[in-house]
């Protein structure tokens, strides 16, 4: 359907346009032509009329015989290819070329009469009384010396010359025309191929992409906006293709999450249901896990939440001024577990000191809860994880960074996104789910600041925030 309506569409329009901008070409280069042939017509015209005036004076002031007169009228007449006459002060033809019996004691045009009488030169175009056919003629008076009008000339032309000329000019016009429109035709058909060729292979691809063939890619070398457009498509497709794995990743580790506490929260339950917590160590052991699993339930059920919200706008984060450095102390407390466990030893950079930020507590714990869990479980056990505060004039920036084996430089675009892990088993292993980094870049967001994040491969990796400092 592309292909059928929007090559015609081009096609056409493109046609339409030529066709249109020849016709007013044409239009116009007739008229501008035309005027053109007979105001060069009326020019020449005047010219010889004023010449064969001063041939005639000397007849008309002498009053010479009328057969010489006629006979210098035919000679004229013959050179010039006009018709020549010869009228009294009356406007009565008194000398005629080439039939003088038919126009002699004729009465011309009272217009023209008017005109000779007033010594006036005049130049028109049309029917006069005595021909049918359109005629160009010029009416020039004779004058004595003392400006008494003793006669006139009036020169007859006929414009069919111009008229087969301007026929000439427009066969060869249309014949122009038709040539160009037929050579732009083509030019147009291969323009609109051009153009229609790409969008065909995006409307095909974007219909493989539709139906789950997401490792589709367009192909296209114009390096204009075609081709642009082209690779705008392909980086929408790989992100699109990008997302679908992370998503069913995403499904795979929650499924496993959620699918390794319920069941060892249903194994613990069966086997108290069996009755194997009979003394009272094995029950509290019990309880104890199904106390652990449910809490690991909790914490993943409410990330989802806590993402849904952000994402979808729909919470609201109240800013005012905290003490960072007291909540990285408190936060460092919440992780004192995993910290404990693997011997790491976690230490702020100037300890004791008030920084304050606009920002949400609440919301900043969480933050930095997640950024020290995220730390203390990719650090080796016995290694240090250290907590930076630097600030300038306007803002605050926070630092964790560890001694890890870092993050790959080409995953580090990426640890920001949801559902993300650079390393998918060994957070699985270690309780992660992918979604703690892509809560701490929307709340930081949300409070006005930024995120960041650096690391060497087996070197560590420093991970933090910017936030405005409070006024």
């Known amino acids: 359907m592309i292909k059928n309506r929007l090559f015609i569409k081009i096609l056409v329009t493109y046609l339409c346009i030529i066709i249109s901008t020849l016709a007013m070409l044409g239009v116009l280069l007739s008229f501008l032509l035309n005027n053109f ?6 020019m020449e015209m005047r010219v010889k009329a004023n010449d064969i005036t001063k041939l005639v004076k000397p007849f008309l002031v002498n009053k010479r015989d009328p ?3 006629i006979g210098l009228l035919n000679l004229a007449d013959r050179n010039l290819g006009t018709e020549i006459w010869v009228i009294d002060p009356k406007g009565f033809v008194i000398a005629a070329a080439a039939d003088q019996q038919a126009h002699e004691g004729n009465l011309v045009d009272a217009a023209d009469i008017r005109d000779m009488q007033q010594g006036k030169v005049s130049i028109r175009k049309g029917k006069s009384q005595l021909y049918d056919e359109t005629v160009l003629w010029v009416i020039t008076p004779v004058v004595e010396e003392n400006n008494r009008v003793i006669g006139g000339i009036i020169m007859y032309s006929p414009i069919i010359g111009i008229a087969q000329t301007m026929l000439k000019v427009r066969n060869l016009f249309i014949y122009s025309a038709v040539v160009s429109i037929l050579f732009s035709t083509v030019v147009v058909y291969f323009l609109s191929r051009y153009v229609t060729g790409p969008l065909q ?19 296209v070398k114009q390096g204009d906006e075609i081709g642009d457009l082209g690779m705008a498509f392909n980086h ?29 929260i249903q194994g613990f339950i069966e086997a108290m249901i069996d009755g194997k917590d009979k003394t009272p160590e094995k029950r509290k052991k019990y309880l ?14 409410n990330e989802l939440l806590d993402l849904s919200k952000m994402e979808s706008g729909s919470m609201d984060i109240v800013r005012e001024s905290v003490d960072i450095a007291k909540i990285v102390q408190d936060s460092a407390i919440k992780v004192s577990t995993v910290v404990n466990d693997k011997k790491i030893r976690v230490y702020q950079d100037e300890p004791g000191q008030r920084v304050m930020v606009l920002g949400n507590r609440d919301r900043l714990e969480q933050v930095m809860t997640n950024l020290l869990d995220n730390a203390c479980r990719f650090a080796p056990a016995g290694s240090e994880i250290g907590v930076r505060l630097s600030e300038n004039a306007a803002d605050i920036t926070v630092t964790v960074r560890d001694e890890g084996e870092g993050i790959p430089e080409a995953e580090l675009p990426y640890i920001w996104e949801r559902f993300y892990k650079v390393d998918k088993a060994r957070s699985r292993g270690q309780g992660g789910t992918g979604l703690g980094l892509a809560i701490v870049k929307h709340i930081i967001q949300s409070l006005g600041g930024r995120v960041f994040v650096s690391s060497i491969k087996g070197s560590g990796t420093e991970i933090g925030f910017v936030l405005p400092r409070s006024q």
């Not at 292979?201 to 490792?215: D, E, H, M, Y």
């Not at 104890?288 to 059920?301: M, N, Y």
């Open 37 to 42: 042939f007979i105001y060069n017509k009326q």
């Open 67 to 69: 057969a010489e007169l």
């Open 201 to 219: 292979k995006i409307n095909r691809v974007a219909k493989q992409l539709a139906s789950g063939n997401l490792a589709e890619r367009v192909s």
């Open 236 to 264: 929408m497709a790989s992100q699109i293709e990008k997302n679908e794995k992370m998503r069913r990743d995403f499904l795979a580790d929650v499924s496993h999450e959620l699918r390794s506490p319920l069941a060892s």
């Open 288 to 301: 104890g896990i199904l106390h652990d699993e449910s809490l690991r339930l909790a914490r993943l059920v």
